[in-house]
C-alpha cells in the first residue's frame, strides 16, 4: 500500500501562486509516474500535470506555461509549482501515484481557491 499526503492548498488572488506538495509513504518503490489531477464542483477530475520516474512531464494545455510539476525521488515527493493562478484554476487538486496505466493510488485532495 502507498500513502500519499497532499499539502499547500489554500485561498489565492488571481495572478498570485501556490505550490502544492504531496508525500509518499508505504511501498514508494511501486510507484512510477506521478501526476496532480483536479476537480472542480460539476466537472470531471482532469489531470493537471504528471512526471515520469525520470523526470519526462506533461501538462494540460490549460497550465502549460504557469504550472511546473517536479520530483525528488530520494524524498518520494512530487510538487506542483502554480503561478499566474486564474479563479478557473479553482478546485480539489489530488496527488496520484500511478503502479500501472490504469492502477494506483489517490490523495485525500487540497483545496485551491482563488479569488477575483
Known amino acids: 500500500q502507498v500513502q500519499l499526503v497532499e499539502s499547500g492548498g489554500g485561498l489565492v488572488q488571481t495572478g498570485g501562486s501556490l505550490r502544492l506538495s504531496c508525500a509518499a509513504s508505504?511501498?514508494?518503490?511501486?510507484?512510477?509516474?506521478m501526476g496532480w489531477y483536479r476537480q472542480a464542483p460539476g466537472k470531471e477530475r482532469e489531470l493537471v500535470a504528471s512526471?515520469?520516474?525520470?523526470?519526462?512531464?506533461n501538462y494540460a494545455d490549460s497550465v502549460k506555461g504557469r504550472f511546473t510539476i517536479s520530483r525528488d525521488n530520494a524524498k518520494n515527493t512530487v510538487y506542483l509549482q502554480m503561478n499566474s493562478l486564474k479563479p478557473e484554476d479553482t478546485a480539489v487538486y489530488y496527488c496520484?501515484?500511478?503502479?500501472?496505466?490504469?492502477?494506483?493510488?489517490w490523495g485525500q485532495g487540497t483545496q485551491v481557491t482563488v479569488s477575483s
Open positions: 508505504g511501498s514508494t518503490f511501486s510507484i512510477n509516474a
Open positions: 512526471i515520469s520516474r525520470g523526470g519526462y512531464s
Open positions: 496520484h501515484g500511478a503502479v500501472t496505466s490504469i492502477a494506483g493510488f
